[in-house]
């Protein structure tokens, strides 16, 4: 009841006071026609009626009863009520229509004026909306909710305008928290860092002793480089609570970001005698530390103090897992298998874990260790992809080829479609001189990535170790139209040309592009050197071929027989012979040599 005569005040007050035009709606009864009174009661009525109807959320009703009250008195309130019920179910047609007609008919209601920048936002008039909130602020500057409304509204289109209303607000209501963090965001945002610092600085004098206020501060500076204002900060807050794990940890951050980690273990020691947090969140540190081992020996010592930290609260096999492959780092073989056997025997069903620390160690070229963790795991996992694939790859990359080719190809068989595991079978077999199931899996590999630069290299050399010159040839050239510098594929098919004595001019130019990229690569120097001998330039082709040697060592029976050839031509037919003897030694079955010894000639 109370409610109801709230609602009649406010009809009576509306439609008595604002000021009303009476509709001249020739669909009104001739008597009402001639009576403004009953016009007014009338409108009254349905005014009344639409304001309970908005009340319980009706808005379509709320919309016919207003739209019944303007046709007996066209009045200011009605307007804006009848605009308002339109905005709420986004008809911002009508809403604009009738908040204009409200503002026509009374100028000087606020409301009705602010519910027109609202419909402007709504319908992405920014301007015409910033155009109604300016005018406001002509006539009432002292009000503060307008300059809000204003301020945020430009941010986005006008952020210095935008500051400069927070600075009109802060003129009007002092230092205030939500503007002056509003006006250090914008300044953040343009870049302007030190105008940013003042505005946090002045966050801070309106209550110095907030703490929440300071961490916001300091993420504020830690964003902006301004690491030792930050820290000032962060030892000013663990001054007074030494227990706030959070500043520890945003301060051993920062010390991280500037590659101090000696510094940042030492807060991260704190964070780990906490018995507050969570595992996780220790196990993560420790982590930390253990990845940057790879890059910094000296993080090892810290990983492995964290983790036995860790160790004495918990009996979580996780941790063991890691300083299984702590004490794996430190060749220390015995701790580790006892650490490995903890794990196999209380977390068997955990492959990720293996497999995350495994790819570690292969990603970080520790392919020994990757090898002895793999060979761990895969008695768990058998036949686990990710697992075979690390193990594979591990030992392929130690030159243990024949050994790698049974995981590969458990991996192909796991997951035929993936194109790391296919490659790499492809390539083992390729070492294996298996050539044509080599080309086999490297071409299926090339239909799931047909624009694979190094799959075509790959591809092309089987075609080529084939002697399938025409699909090697294109192959090269294709790869070479997707990658003009890539320097394995230029020097690649520049020897293909050389033995073949074709285009020995372009395959000059192509094994420059390989030198240019790797000086000391011992394939690429014994290539150019190969190239030189073709042409007839002898005394180039000996220094690259020597220096070849000099960096891959003797027991390469290619750059032997080169050499010997070069040698040969130099009128050196002795030393020659003794290259030719080195390089008959280490491959007994090659024809040509042989020839070569015996017949003290090419």
Excluded at 91 to 109: C, G, Q, V
Excluded at 439 to 444: G, V
């Amino acid at each position: 009841m109370k409610k109801y005569l709230a609602l009649i005040f406010l009809a009576l007050f509306v439609i008595g006071c604002s000021g009303s035009e009476v509709s001249k709606n020739s669909n009104f009864p001739e008597e009402t026609n001639k009576n403004p009174e009953i016009l007014k009661n009338k409108a009254t009525d349905h005014f009344i009626n639409g304001c309970l109807a908005e009340s319980n959320g009706d808005y379509s009703s709320a919309i016919t009863e207003f739209n019944q009250a303007l046709s007996y008195d066209t009045s200011a309130g009605i307007c804006y009520a009848l605009s308002k019920n339109y905005f709420t179910i986004h008809n911002l047609a009508n809403a604009l229509k009738y908040s204009k007609l409200s503002i026509r008919l009374d100028s000087s209601e606020v409301e009705y004026s602010l519910l027109l920048a609202d419909i402007y936002i709504q319908a992405s008039e920014i301007d015409s909306a910033a155009a109604v909130l300016e005018n406001v602020l002509t006539k009432d500057s002292s009000n503060v909710s307008v300059y809000y409304k204003l301020a945020r509204l430009y941010e986005n289109t006008r952020p210095l305008e935008a500051i400069k209303i927070y600075n009109q607000l802060t003129r009007i209501i002092g230092l205030d928290w939500n503007v002056l963090f509003r006006v250090a965001e914008l300044y953040e945002k343009l870049g302007y860092k030190e105008k940013a610092a003042e505005s946090i600085q002045g966050l801070l004098e309106i209550d110095p002793s907030n703490v929440a206020l300071k961490k916001l501060a300091i993420d504020f500076y830690v964003r902006n480089g301004y690491d030792n204002e930050a820290l000032k900060m962060l030892d000013g807050i663990l001054e007074s609570m030494p227990d706030d794990i959070e500043a520890r940890e945003k301060k051993a951050q920062i010390y991280l970001s500037e590659n101090k980690w000696e510094d940042a273990s030492k807060e991260f020691k704190h964070i780990i005698d906490e018995p507050n947090v969570p595992l996780d969140a220790k196990i993560s540190i420790g982590a930390t530390y253990f990845s940057k081992s790879f890059s910094d020996s000296t993080a090892l010592p810290v990983a492995k103090e964290l983790f036995e930290s860790i160790d004495k609260d918990t009996t979580y096999w996780q941790v063991k897992l890691y300083l299984a492959a702590i004490a794996l780092s430190e060749k220390n073989d015995s701790l580790a298998i006892e650490n490995f056997k903890y794990v196999t025997e209380n977390a068997s069903w955990h492959v990720e874990s293996w497999i995350q620390l495994g790819g570690l160690y292969f990603d970080n070229r520790k392919y020994e260790e990757a090898e002895k963790m793999m060979k761990e795991a895969i008695e768990l996992f058998p036949n686990e992809f990710a697992i075979n694939l690390i193990l594979g790859l591990s030992l392929a990359q130690q030159n243990k080829t024949a050994e790698s080719i049974n995981y590969l190809k458990t991996a192909v068989e796991l997951k035929p479609s993936d194109v790391n595991a296919l490659s790499a079978y492809g390539f083992a077999l390729g070492q294996l001189n298996k050539n044509e199931e080599a080309a086999e899996y490297i071409s299926r590999a090339l239909v799931l990535d047909p624009e694979n630069v190094n799959l075509l290299g790959q591809l092309g050399l089987i075609y080529n170790n084939l002697k399938q010159m025409t699909e090697s040839d294109s192959l090269y050239e294709l790869a070479l139209q997707f990658d003009p510098q890539n320097a394995l594929i230029n020097n690649n098919y520049a020897y293909s040309l050389s033995e073949r004595d074709l285009q020995l001019d372009r395959a000059l130019e192509m094994i420059k592009i390989a030198i240019e990229a790797d000086s000391s690569n011992s394939s690429y120097l014994d290539t150019y050197g190969w190239i030189f001998f073709k042409i007839g330039e002898y005394d180039e082709a000996f220094y690259y071929i020597k220096k070849a040697i000099d960096i891959d060592g003797t027991d390469n029976a290619v750059l032997l027989e080169h050499l010997g050839d070069v040698l040969y031509k130099q009128g050196k037919k002795e030393e020659a012979i003794e290259y030719w003897k080195k390089a008959l030694d280490l491959d007994s079955t090659n024809e040509s040599l042989k020839n070569k010894v015996a017949t003290g000639a090419i």
